[in-house]
């Protein structure tokens, strides 16, 4: 098992890498442990090593308090480190995101505060308190993480960073760069033309791709995780950067693309990144140049509108060329580190319940049945996989339901000035400026106040028979909340529910040596979905018998009465 650990700016740069299940053996670092604990140890009573035990604990408790922010008794209550001053970095190097969800087992709170070195960080659990935050988005901000990923991994340009940096608070609007981006993205990304010529894409990339590793009759023997991962890759690269002349087709700059992801936590110290992230630098500096000729050769016009509008964005506040070919990093960090992990999760609850398998492949084959009564003869069965995830229901409930139990997203935050903050029950407490603030989404969805007593079963129909009224909207973080909901979730929906209908109807897919087993799980710093710790080989054949010889899967937006 690797462990990855670094710090740097906030908990965006505090990452790691570690099976889950070691976890439990570190929630001693946070302990309630009253402040004079340790006052007494150096006593000259003592034997010189607890004695000196407790002259360097009294020196950490003189350094925390000399150099951990004090604590106002209106802020959420403070806890305590066993270990004073670096305590809480310790565990958030060591256990990352289920650090503060040890904590707030332990504890019970609805929000806490963790002194850090020359900071804070204010965890919230509460559904309704993550409310009160996303409404004072504003303040409660996400901003300036856009700024510390573009300057640590992106490595844009000082120009580049000070147009990102402009008013922070938003009081302009949406009229300076990162607010106008955002804006544009989520525009080209609802459901409509632009979203529909994007799946049209995917959806031809996928088959077309399956089909080449398990031609008919044959089977293929695959590594689970980088399969996914290959062929994720690029559907969704080339649906946005256009098939002809993306750069990811290159597997040197995909390959250089992961292994930024890998070296994530490393880069962002911007120290010595050709030392200490050898790889990761490398296959930025790779993915850098493959974009700068990208954007060089005029291939923009063979690009979607989502890249061509944000080209524009780019330009008219006067980005480089170069800037824009580093911001295409941010754009496939966003666009994969994430669905290939909640792709991963979704084949695997489907293939390892065979129940569930039964229901959705008679689910899917139902509205096909239905659908080819009234369509013209033909060859091939056409699947219009948008007519399935409108008419099956329970497709979308699925996966979002595979992404409740396997989101492990913080939704971290700055305080751009002090706030007071309110749940249901009128309890307030004051956020203060400069503060870091996170809101892990696996708290949040495991909390029975809000999910019911079965909060932590997974329930692929928990979506078809939710009660709206009563599972408050802020709940649901698996795409965050507030100003930085995720502007790509429809996308993300839309290109899981099609794998997952081309993977039903047409394959079976087994491990090969022994039965499906949940795998130990892993939360990595760039991602929101936990990914399995080691990948394993899985068989991949064609469903026997099959029902139809032909398939040919489309999103034909045209065929469709109304939009989801
Ligand atoms: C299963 C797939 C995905 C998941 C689970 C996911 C999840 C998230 C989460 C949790 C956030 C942070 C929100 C917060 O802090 O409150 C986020 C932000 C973002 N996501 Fe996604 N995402 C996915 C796919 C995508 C795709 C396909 C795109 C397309 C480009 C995308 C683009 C973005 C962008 C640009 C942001 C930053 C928003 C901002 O700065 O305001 N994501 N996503």
């Given at each position: 098992m ?32 009253p ?16 004695r ?16 951990v ?44 505060t ?5 900071g ?24 300036p ?5 573009a300057?640590r991994?992106?490595?844009?340009g ?5 147009l ?25 990304m609802?459901?409509?033309?632009c979203l529909d ?24 023997v ?12 690029i ?20 390959d ?13 110290l911007e120290?010595?990144?050709g030392l ?12 850098f ?12 016009q063979?690009?979607?509108h989502l890249?061509?509008?944000?080209y524009?964005?780019n ?13 295409d ?9 994430n669905?290939?992990?909640a ?16 229901e959705?492949?008679r689910g899917?084959?139902?509205t ?8 013209e ?7 219009d ?24 997203s ?6 751009l000035q002090d ?13 203060k ?8 989404s ?9 999910w019911g ?12 028979h939710?009660?709206?009224?009563k599972v ?6 698996a ?9 790509g ?6 290109e899981?529910?099609s ?25 990595h ?23 139809y010889?032909e ?9 469709r009465?109304m939009?989801?």
């Amino acid at each position: 098992m690797q462990e990855k650990a670094t710090a740097g700016v906030g908990i965006n740069f505090i990452g790691y890498t570690k099976a889950q299940s070691d976890t439990d053996q570190l929630e001693n670092n946070a302990g309630f442990v009253p402040e004079c604990t340790y006052m007494f140890a150096g006593h000259a009573g003592y034997s010189p090593p607890v004695r000196l035990t407790g002259l360097l604990v009294l020196t950490f408790r003189v350094l925390h308090h000399l150099f951990v922010a004090s604590h106002d008794p209106e802020e959420p209550p403070l806890i305590q480190p066993r270990i004073p001053l670096v305590g809480h970095v310790i565990g958030l190097l060591r256990n990352g995101n289920s650090y503060h969800s040890n904590i707030a087992k332990k504890c019970g709170r609805p929000i806490f505060t963790l002194g850090l070195p020359r900071g804070k960080m204010y965890i919230v659990i509460s559904p309704d308190l993550v409310t009160a935050c996303d409404r004072r988005a504003k303040i409660v901000s996400f901003a300036p993480y856009v700024v510390a990923f573009a300057k640590r991994i992106l490595a844009a340009g000082q120009d580049s960073i000070r147009l990102l940096s402009e008013d922070l608070l938003e009081d302009k609007g949406t009229t300076t760069l990162r607010p106008e981006t955002m804006k544009i993205m989520h525009q080209v990304m609802i459901p409509g033309d632009c979203l529909d010529e994007l799946m049209q894409t995917v959806l031809n990339d996928v088959s077309r791709s399956l089909d080449t590793v398990i031609t008919n009759g044959n089977q293929a023997v695959v590594p689970m995780f980088q399969w996914i991962r290959s062929f994720v890759g690029i559907a969704s690269t080339n649906a946005i950067y256009g098939s002809e002349r993306n750069p990811m087709k290159d597997p040197a700059v995909m390959d250089g693309f992961w292994a930024v992801d890998k070296d994530f936590a490393l880069l962002g110290l911007e120290f010595l990144p050709g030392l200490i992230a050898s790889a990761g630098n490398r296959g930025r500096e790779r993915f850098f140049d493959a974009f700068r000729k990208y954007y060089a050769t005029d291939s923009l016009q063979t690009a979607s509108h989502l890249i061509k509008a944000r080209y524009e964005v780019n330009r008219k506040h006067g980005v480089s060329d170069e800037d824009v070919a580093h911001f295409d990093l941010g754009v496939c960090t966003a666009l994969l580190v994430n669905t290939v992990p909640a792709v991963w999760w979704t084949l695997y609850h489907v293939f390892s319940d065979e129940a569930l398998l039964v229901e959705l492949r008679r689910g899917i084959e139902a509205t096909v049945s239905a659908q080819s009564e009234s369509s013209e003869p033909s060859s091939a069965t056409s699947i219009d996989v948008p007519h399935v995830i409108k008419t099956f229901p329970l497709l979308d409930s699925f996966v979002k339901e595979v992404l409740r139990v396997h989101s492990n997203s913080m939704s971290a935050r700055f305080l751009l000035q002090d706030k007071v903050i309110e749940d249901d029950k009128g309890a307030a407490y004051l956020l203060k400026k400069g503060s870091f603030l996170a809101m892990p989404s696996a708290r949040v969805h495991a909390s029975s106040a809000a999910w019911g007593p079965n909060a932590s079963t997974f329930d692929p129909a928990r979506f078809l028979h939710l009660n709206s009224d009563k599972v408050p909207k802020s709940a649901y973080r698996a795409f965050g909340g507030g100003h930085a909901l995720c502007p790509g979730r429809h996308f993300a929906m839309n290109e899981i529910m099609s794998i997952l209908i081309i993977m039903v109807i047409k394959y079976d897919v087994a491990p090969l040596d022994s039965g499906w087993e949940i795998p130990e799980t892993r939360d990595h710093i760039s991602t929101s979905v936990t990914t399995p710790a080691k990948d394993f080989l899985v068989r991949i054949q064609p469903r026997k018998p099959s029902q139809y010889l032909e398939w040919d899967f489309t999103w034909e937006p045209k065929k469709r009465t109304m939009r989801r």
